[in-house]
């Protein structure tokens, strides 16, 4: 189906930066974007035409780290360190999860992601073939993995059943709806798994040039319990087993050291940065900027609701521009353009999507429309610095995924979202 939005400021890359192409007109042609220009197309006929006055079209966003499911625990531990909070608060509450609260925890957090602008994300949870499938229901696109712990120290990795697990979700499910869906394979992290299975995970993903997403370095706490296990930091671990010889992204990295950020740019592993979460839980500031500076590339994510308490993207571009600002003490560190990145073509990149991230023809129609009429948006002098420091979740007006609206004007089109408020307070009543 042939779609034209017109009237529209649009927020195209171009270089290193952003230009906007005021009243413009976007064509698309079922899920790519085949017109981009500020003069109105002559020869294509279309289908449908939409009018846009007064908004801006900007690239959709990529959460490129979160637990979707988790929306359900969300304010759980409230004011507790990670570890506390984790294995005291949040999996006893996670051990009463299956398949139909997964579900209805992902509809929900979908729900919340859509109307916040997110068109893609990376979670990592449990019952990914639950997600999948909601994933393909709603719209969306999703790279999701079955991750893989191992506790006893002795387990070799044939006999992990979350790796056959973990094999099995890829065979079935990459590449999934369209392709909206795709499947990377997760090692939770150094301290919930050991190095026989984190080395045999590492020859699959090798063999099956995947992509592997891991939790690295997320506090002091871990990070230093590392070296006093193993005589190296978290991110040398992974290295030494084979982790980083694949395509790799690292969450929260927030006491990486210099060699840490060496190895990640030697082995091309990207980072992604999760700004509330790592406060809320009082784990710290990532150095980020010298992550960016060592040539890393960096995405954002929200981390779960439970540890967040939300999945909005707009707030981690706010936060990631600030807090760095703020901690270093210069103000010109963390340029609006940069976090704009961070949340679209650098999220991207790191979930091997191409074609996506940013708005420009044969691209795939992955865009936002914001509505501009608003006090907090006026007057609109520099757009990447309002959409950074200004703009809010709620500001979203329509979401398109691959050429689909998903979104629009609060009006959920692929969700049925009484249904899922109604099946959250059924849920909600089991489990508290």
């Known amino acids: 189906m042939r779609i034209l939005y017109k009237n529209a400021d649009i927020l195209c890359r171009e270089g290193s930066g952003y230009r906007v192409l005021k009243n413009g007109y976007l064509g698309t042609d079922g899920p790519v974007i085949s017109y981009l220009s500020d003069v109105k197309p002559e020869r294509e006929t279309y289908y449908r035409t939409v009018d846009l006055t007064g908004k801006l079209i900007m690239p959709g966003l990529f959460n490129c780290h979160t637990h979707a499911p ?25 051990d009463k999860l299956f398949e139909a609260e997964m579900k209805t925890g992902t509809e929900l957090a979908l729900m ?27 719209g969306l696109k999703a790279n999701l993995n079955r991750p893989v712990q191992a506790f006893d120290p002795q387990e070799k990795g044939s006999d992990n059943r979350r790796v056959r697990e973990a094999v099995d979700f890829y065979n079935q499910y990459h590449g999934y709806a369209d392709g909206r869906v795709l ?28 992509n592997l997403h891991i939790h690295l370095s997320e506090t002091e706490r871990e990070h230093e319990a590392c070296k006093e296990k193993y005589g190296k930091t978290p991110a040398q671990w992974f290295a030494d087993l084979g982790a980083f010889d694949v395509d790799a ?10 060699s840490d950020i060496r190895l990640l740019r030697e082995k091309n592993v990207s980072v992604v940065h999760n700004p509330t979460s790592n406060m809320k839980l009082g784990s710290g500031f990532a150095p980020i900027q010298k992550m960016i500076d060592a040539g890393l590339n960096v995405a954002l994510g929200t981390d779960g609701a439970a540890s967040n308490n939300n999945l909005n993207l707009f707030e981690e571009m706010h936060l990631a521009a600030i807090t760095h600002n ?19 073509v650098n999220g991207a990149k790191v979930q091997r999507r191409t074609g996506c991230g940013s708005i420009k023809c044969g691209n795939r129609a992955d865009f936002i429309v914001l509505d501009m009429h608003k006090p907090h948006l006026t007057p609109c002098l520099d757009v990447p610095a309002l959409l950074v420091y200004s703009a809010q979740a ?11 609206e998903l979104y629009r ?10 249904r899922v408020y109604h099946d959250v307070r059924e849920v909600t009543k089991k489990l508290y």
């Open 112 to 138: 919340e992601m859509i109307a916040g602008g997110t068109v893609s994300f990376s979670d990592m949870y449990f019952f990914p073939h639950v997600t999948a499938e909601a994933v393909a229901a709603a």
């Open 394 to 404: 709620s500001d979203v007006w329509m979401t398109v995924c691959d050429g689909r």
């Open 183 to 210: 499947i990377d394979f997760c090692v939770h992290a150094e301290y919930t798994c050991n190095e026989a299975v984190t080395s045999y995970l590492a020859d699959i993903v090798r063999k099956e040039q995947g």
């Open 409 to 418: 004007n609060g009006e959920y089109l692929t969700i049925d979202a009484e």
């Open 70 to 94: 988790m929306v359900l625990l969300r304010g759980v531990g409230s004011d507790l360190p990670l570890q506390e909070w984790l294995f005291d608060k949040v999996m006893p509450i996670e």
């Open 249 to 258: 992204f690292a969450a929260h990295c927030v006491t990486v050291e210099p």
């Open 326 to 344: 703020g901690f270093e003490k210069d103000p010109t560190i963390m340029k609006p353009e940069t976090v704009l990145d961070m949340a679209t």
